[in-house]
C-alpha cells in the first residue's frame, strides 16, 4: 500500500507545502532572489580613488598623512552574513579597520561567520593605495550560494569614515553578471564624532548607526565634507568587476580613460571642480575710539580668514570695517 506522499504529483506536494514551508521554486524565504547559476565565476575587482584636491578642496590633507585610502578589505558570501550596511551598528572589528586601520579583530569575525553558518565562501584583498587617487586591485570567486560582494576601504586620515560595498549581489537569476560599476561615497561608522579629517579620537557614546556622508550632513560647517553648495557630493572612489574569462593570467582590465603609473593614475575625463566659499571669523570687537576733541573719531574691528576660497567659491569679504564714534579720550 502507497502512501499519498509517495504517489501524487510532486507540484501537488509543493501546494500543500506552499502555505507552511514557502515551496517556491525561485524565491526562498524571505523573498530574497535565488541564483540559479550553474558554475563558479571569477572576476576582477579594481578600485580606484577620486579624492584629489580639486574635487575635495576643505581640508584636504596634504601631510602627516597625506590624503589616502587604506588596504581593501573584503568577502563573497551569503545574505546570512554582513559586513557592514547604512542603519546598522559597525561591529568591533569593523570599528578596529576603518579607526586605526586593524583587520585582525574583523578577520577573525568573518571567519567566524564562515565556520558557523558556512555563510562565508572567502576573503579578498587589495594592496592600499598611498595618495587620493590612484587605483589598485584584486581577483574573487563567487558560487551560486555566495554570490554576494562585500568590501571596506579607510579613508586615511579620519575618524571612522571609510567607502565600500554592502552585499552587492553579482549573479542574475541565472547568470553572471558580465561587468558592474558603482560610484562610491564616504561614510561614518558612528564610532567616533570627530567632524576633521585630522580630528583626535572622540569615542561615539552610545555609539550611532553606519550613515552616508553628505554635502549637508553632518550639517555642521565644520565638517570636512560640508558644501552647502553642492546636491550631493562627487564621487570619492568607483569600483569595477568584470568576469573572468578562462585564464585570469592573461586578462587586463580595459581602461581607455586610465593612464596607469603604478598605483597612481591620471583620470582624461574632467574631474569635477568643487567649488569652496571663503570661511572668516566672527568680527572682533571694537577698538578704542580715536580722534581730536570736539569733533567724531574713528574706531575699527578685524576678522580674519579660515577658509581661503577655490574653484570659483565665493571670495572673501573685507576683514576690517571702520565707523565714527565719539573719542573716548581725546586730545
Known amino acids: 500500500m502507497y502512501s499519498w506522499a509517495t504517489t501524487a504529483p510532486r507540484g501537488a506536494v509543493c501546494i500543500l507545502l506552499l502555505a507552511s514551508l514557502g515551496c517556491v521554486t525561485s524565491q526562498p524565504l524571505g523573498g530574497e532572489s535565488i541564483c540559479t547559476a550553474r558554475s563558479l565565476a571569477r572576476y576582477s575587482l579594481t578600485f580606484a580613488g577620486k579624492w584629489s584636491q580639486t574635487a575635495f578642496p576643505k581640508q584636504y590633507p596634504l601631510f602627516r598623512p597625506p590624503a589616502q585610502w587604506s588596504s581593501l578589505l573584503g568577502a563573497t558570501h551569503s545574505s546570512d552574513y554582513s559586513m557592514w550596511g547604512k542603519g546598522e551598528y559597525a561591529s568591533n572589528g569593523l570599528r578596529d579597520f576603518v579607526e586605526r586601520g586593524e583587520a ?129 557630493l562627487p564621487p570619492m572612489a568607483t569600483v569595477t568587476l568584470v568576469r573572468l574569462r578562462q585564464s585570469t593570467r592573461a586578462f587586463v582590465l580595459p581602461a581607455p580613460d586610465l593612464v596607469s603609473r603604478g598605483n597612481e593614475i591620471i583620470d582624461n575625463l574632467s574631474v569635477p571642480e568643487t567649488p569652496l566659499d571663503c570661511e572668516v571669523s566672527l568680527w572682533s570687537s571694537w577698538g578704542l575710539c580715536r580722534g581730536p576733541c570736539g569733533k567724531l573719531g574713528v574706531k575699527s574691528r578685524t576678522r580674519y580668514v579660515l577658509v581661503q576660497p577655490a574653484n570659483n567659491g565665493t571670495p572673501c569679504p573685507m576683514l576690517e570695517e571702520e565707523t565714527e564714534c565719539v573719542p573716548d579720550n581725546c586730545v
Not at 587589495?126 to 595618495?131: F, K, L, Q, R
Not at 563567487?142 to 560582494?149: A, D, I, K, Q
Not at 553632518?218 to 560640508?226: C, V
Open 104 to 232: 585582525w579583530a574583523l578577520m577573525k569575525e568573518i571567519e567566524a561567520s564562515g565556520e558557523k553558518l558556512q555563510s562565508v565562501r572567502a576573503v579578498f584583498s587589495a594592496p592600499a593605495v598611498p595618495s587620493g587617487t590612484g587605483q589598485t586591485a584584486s581577483e574573487l570567486e563567487v558560487h551560486p550560494r555566495h554570490s554576494l560582494v562585500s568590501f571596506v576601504v579607510r579613508i586615511v586620515p579620519s575618524p571612522d569614515w571609510f567607502v565600500g560595498v554592502d552585499s552587492l549581489d553579482l549573479c542574475e537569476g541565472g547568470r553572471w553578471k558580465e561587468q558592474v560599476a558603482l560610484d562610491l561615497h564616504p561614510h561614518d561608522a558612528g564610532t567616533d564624532s570627530g567632524f576633521t579629517f585630522s580630528s583626535p579620537n572622540f569615542a561615539t557614546i552610545p555609539q550611532d548607526t553606519v550613515t552616508e556622508i553628505t554635502s549637508s550632513s553632518p550639517s555642521h560647517p565644520a565638517n570636512s565634507f560640508y558644501y552647502p553648495r553642492l546636491k550631493s
